[in-house]
């Protein structure tokens, strides 16, 4: 695998004897010892890491939603900093997962696109890597997942039980998780039938009973570091949510959008389909309060047991808002200025809020345009928990950012998403400001675009033509960043035309 300028520095400044109170923060090159105060750190560092399924960089009031509020999920960015530009992983769901997990942009993670496996599940992620979780274990942490996993079918080397879970509670599959009332549920390698979904009932609400068991775990390892990873499935594609919840907001955000889908009968129903929705404005607000609310729970739980200073919080989104089940971005602004949805690669599919809180440590109401991206998150908090990475990754630890100290950046970042008939791309990030996309159409890609996205984040001029050299540096990165897949399905020289 290549190595960027990047790399050598992070495996310099995860170098093994890190301990708790002497974090060794990588800054330019250069390995530079900071010592954390008591005051700034405890001997451990609990994390709880929120991942939200197709949010939008504006879905929430304190990223410039209007239409609705988000309150607890802002007062964690009132508690602690907020980024304004953190890129996701890729455009799409399981890619992006693989870059979290694995601390490699999609030039180089396992996982490249959504790859369905039949009956149920993904593509498996291998042994080959090296997880965040696995990381984590070496330093006695506890890890539980808790929602959409699709990385690897049930049993597979891919299972999240065989890379790094001590505990699963959830969706498997991403193709059973488009559903807010599933037949059946996954608690660790069990297979779990929900009978009061039998049929065409609706009685437990998947989002909900996952909860219970994410506050559960936080609660069982409250004497011990733990890190809990929440991948909800809110809101992604099907509209659904508990009548409560609809109350709340039915006949406000009018017009409202009727969405006709799969509903009993259908072949798909609750496999995979999107039940239809007469009111998918208010579901859709109703869905994000309802994820707001068990996010303040899970902040009240660490609170209630004493754990708050020791316990880092992040929330983000695994990419841009998506289109299908009814749902409305434009109507709700989901991007606010920025260009594309879900499986682009301009900057709507792939820019998402996120947002950390750790009183005691981070300062509280900041706002950082640090760049930073998915694969950032396994040495972050690798360096946090004091553990060694000993692969080869692409990241860079953004906790200087988090704790006030001087912060490496990233020479460039890169994406691609190659997939037949889906908008297939490539793109690179060149010193956190110029954006080149390039796509692949017809067997071949097309002229590379440049834009200038610190002053033209909607990415509407096209600057190529006036500034060939960095046409031919974007050129280079691409080069440099990308590797063929081993799954050859995953090969833009082998991708069928569109």
Request: hydrophobic fraction near 35%; glycine fraction near 10%; proline fraction near 6%.
């Amino acid at each position: 695998m290549k190595t960027t300028k990047n790399k050598l520095s992070i495996l310099r400044s995860l170098m093994a004897g890190i301990v708790a109170t002497g974090l060794f923060i990588a800054c330019k090159g250069e390995t530079k010892k900071t010592t954390l105060t008591k005051t700034e750190t405890t001997v451990y560092t609990n994390i709880i890491y929120i991942l939200a399924d197709d949010l939008g960089y504006a879905d929430l009031s304190c990223y410039g939603q209007t239409k609705f509020k988000t309150p607890h999920i802002d007062a964690l960015a009132s508690n602690g900093i907020r980024f304004t530009q953190h890129y996701s992983g890729s455009t799409v769901c399981a890619p992006s997962r693989s870059a979290l997990m694995t601390g490699l942009h999609t030039g180089h993670t396992p996982i490249r696109g959504n790859k369905e496996v039949r009956p149920e599940g993904q593509h498996p992620i291998g042994d080959e890597v090296t997880t965040l979780a696995e990381i984590l274990k070496t330093k006695g942490y506890a890890t539980g997942a808790f929602g959409k996993w699709g990385l690897g079918y049930p049993g597979s080397e891919g299972d999240p039980m065989n890379q790094g879970f001590d505990r699963f509670y959830g969706y498997n599959c991403q193709r059973i998780g488009h559903n807010y009332y599933p037949y059946h549920m996954w608690d660790n390698d069990t297979k779990v039938m929900l009978p009061k979904n039998e049929g065409d009932k609706e009685g437990s609400y998947g989002p909900n009973l996952i909860h219970e068991q994410t506050l559960k775990f936080i609660e069982d390892n409250k004497d011990r570091p733990f890190f809990a990873y929440v991948p909800s499935i809110i809101p992604h594609a099907e509209l659904k949510v508990p009548e409560a919840y609809l109350a709340k907001y039915r006949g406000k955000l009018e017009p409202e959008k009727h969405y006709k889908g799969c509903d009993a009968g259908c072949k798909h129903y609750k496999t995979g389909g999107y039940g239809s929705q007469p009111e998918s404005h208010a579901t859709f607000a109703a869905m994000i309060h309802l994820l707001d609310e068990q996010v303040g729970e899970i902040v009240a739980k660490v609170k209630e047991l004493g754990l708050e200073k020791n316990t880092l919080i992040i929330f983000t989104s695994d990419n841009g808002p998506h289109l299908e089940g009814g749902a409305d971005p434009d109507y709700f602004d989901s991007n606010g200025p920025l260009k594309g949805y879900k499986r682009d690669l301009y900057e709507g599919g792939i820019r998402v809020p996120m947002i950390a809180s750790w009183p005691g440590t981070i300062t509280p109401a900041q706002t950082t345009d640090h760049v930073s991206a998915f694969w950032d998150v396994l040495p972050t908090l690798a360096e946090l928990s004091g553990a060694t990475v000993t692969d080869t990754v692409d990241g860079i630890s953004f906790l200087p950012t988090l704790i006030g100290r001087e912060q490496s950046q990233h020479d460039y970042l890169y994406w691609e998403f190659p997939v037949k008939n889906a908008k297939a791309a490539q793109a690179v990030l060149i010193d956190g400001k110029w954006k080149a996309i390039r796509k692949f159409k017809n067997g071949a890609f097309t002229p590379l675009e440049i834009y200038d996205i610190s002053t033209d984040i909607g990415e509407n001029i096209d600057l190529a033509e006036s500034q060939p050299e960095l046409v031919s540096k974007a050129l280079d990165l691409i080069e440099e960043a990308h590797e063929d897949s081993k799954e050859p399905m995953w090969n833009f020289n082998l991708l069928q035309s569109e």
